[in-house]
DNA sequence: GTTCTAGAAC
DNA sequence: GTTCTAGAAC
């Protein structure tokens, strides 16, 4: 474990010393935790109690309550905890990280993720143990936790976890917590690098990319530099491994930016999108493995369109940089984007308020982020940035991933604010050019500070994937070569790289394909639905409506059109808005109809970039995915990918650009199977079905806007909840 | 679209 | 040995 693990002593006089701490164990039966505890209480100076519910009930087994009570006496006396159970759902954990607001206390996760064999043979083997959890039976508790594990993540609460996967990390993590005194603190972050015991899937391993996350001294003392830990990561990362469904380690550093100046500052969209590309070519070599994401939180945002156009001809490496739309403030729990340092559009005091992105950061980071940048400076002037870590208490930190945050000031075009420029270009060019080049050098500097630090470097397996034992993969001799990125206008994810030309961008394409035999059926039923009664459901002028043969959920109709030459959606043009429009009319009725039978379902409608059969045909698809004819990863990407392109979108393209876009790129249908409600990535169909039969989160935000979902009003209220 | 099946993964 | 994937055939 190449950690920097170092202990941030406190400065002479510095508040709260003899801060406890709660350190909740996380590991199976026999994965160690009480010899843990011991050890390290054998040598700490720091009190310590260890809160062992094999034994609190006077040496009995005893209850989760009593654990947190005996827990909350213990930090009011001033000790810090260790909770020795095995802690290995969120769930579980959830009540003692609470122990955080209550107490006002950090809480630490210490992972002993050792091998399974391992905490079987020792269960087995042990004789005398507190919780008697011993002899044959331990070998079964212990394969049906392991099961059920769920790795800890930051955005529980935690201020720091640390992974042991061997007997090595263990003590590694004993001398860490057996050496602090009761002043001392640790660095936040996720440390150890976390390796799986369970099948690794490439479509996942895609992902994994590392990001650093800035330290901390104690929860309310931000410490002014960045440093050298990686942060839990969940949707983009290079290289981690992958275990029911949880996805550990870090992304790539990534800048998440909007366009400066062009919104209040009223400075011209066209020469902005030329400065931003112009400045990103310049920079984007400059941040080592960083990337640079321009935000923008509207659809069809001009400056959006512009850049991307710009950045395209410039042949700028689309997985350096690339346009997201989106909420600056929720990129990683609204869009899976995870972006560990985000650029304000900061005003000249550097105060919060005032609308647009400003306030809204403001309001995301809480007051932690204020404080912070009072500590840095009071005032910016045009052209300029300044970096401020945002301390871990901040829910832009723990919810988002988000580390820094940067303020830059542009130049501003709007006479009713400060420092009007007047239209003068040659100084507004200029300064906004100074603007995005001190932005994008303090996003190079805290690359460059962390990558210096990092704990994990990805030299040595750069582009390659770690099996499980431990070898490296050049993943050029995988299948899976899409890259899949990030949400792009109307989908949680467009691909980036050189896959871009021939999926999200790409408009249309080739408007003939070659139809098997097979592919027919539709067209038939179509064009003679008399004769395919017992198929079809409802017969009008323009389409007809039947029941999918082999449903991919609970509910799953085809409303198709009856047009001949409308084969798909390639085939649609701004002439055919009425009979989409009639399409997306009669889906809707449907499930309508079905919300009344079951007020529990959730529609989605929407087209296939790339269907099987042939006739323009809309699914009308309940969102449980509940049925044994969802098989492959196919099946599940074309309903849970860019893929899918939900009707309202579809009829927005027509109406605005004239034609929809297809996704109808083959790696759309390769990528790693995700929780269509928490985006939880799992290894294989049969372990994505038992997630989400059981996944009652919300859906992504991103899915809950512009009517894609369809359900009945309670329960969009209980997704919420 | 599905079914079948070889062979990879576990 | 069993589970799972992915390509070929239809």
Redesign the pocket.
Known sequence: MEVDDEIIKPKENEEDIRKPIVVILVGAPGSGKSTFCDHVMQVSTRPWVRVCQDTIGNGKAGTKAQCLAISSISLKDGKSILIDRCNLDKEQRADFIRLKESHQVDVHAVVLDLPAKLCISRSVKRTGHEGNLQGGKAAAVVNRMLQKKELPKLNEGLTRITFCQNENDVQEAINTYGALSSSDVLPSGIFGEKKTD??????IMKFLKRVDAPSKVSSDKAIPEPSNVAINENHHANECQEKSGTCTLGGVPTLAFPSISTADFQFNIEKASEIIVETVEEFVNKIGNGRLVLVDISHGSKILSLVKSKAAIKNIDPTKFFTFVGDITKLHSGGGLHCNVIANAANWRLKPGGGGVNAAIYDAAGPDLDIATKKRAGSLTPGKAITVPLPSTSPLFSEQGVTHVIHVLGPNMNPKRPNCLKDDYNIGCKVLREAYSSLFENFASIVRTQKKSSYYELSNCDQKVR??DGACVNEKNK??KGSIEVSESNNLYSVDGKQNATSSGKKGGSLNKDW????QALHKIAMHPEKHKNDVIEILDDVVVLND??P?AQKHLLVVARAEGLDWLANVSQEHLPILKTMHDVGVKWARTFLKENQSLVFRLGY?SA???RQLHL?VISQDFDSK?L?????WN?FNSPFFRDSVNVIQEISEEGKPTLNDDEKFM?ME?RCNRCRSAH?????LKSHITICKLPFPANLLQNDRLLQNAPDKDANAC
Do not use: C, D
């Open positions: 369970t099948k690794v899937q490439l479509g099996r499980e299948k899976f098997g035999s097979w592919a043969i082999y991919k296939h269907p099987s059969m699914h004819h098989k492959n990863k196919k099946h074309s390769s199977l290894p294989n169909i049969p372990r």
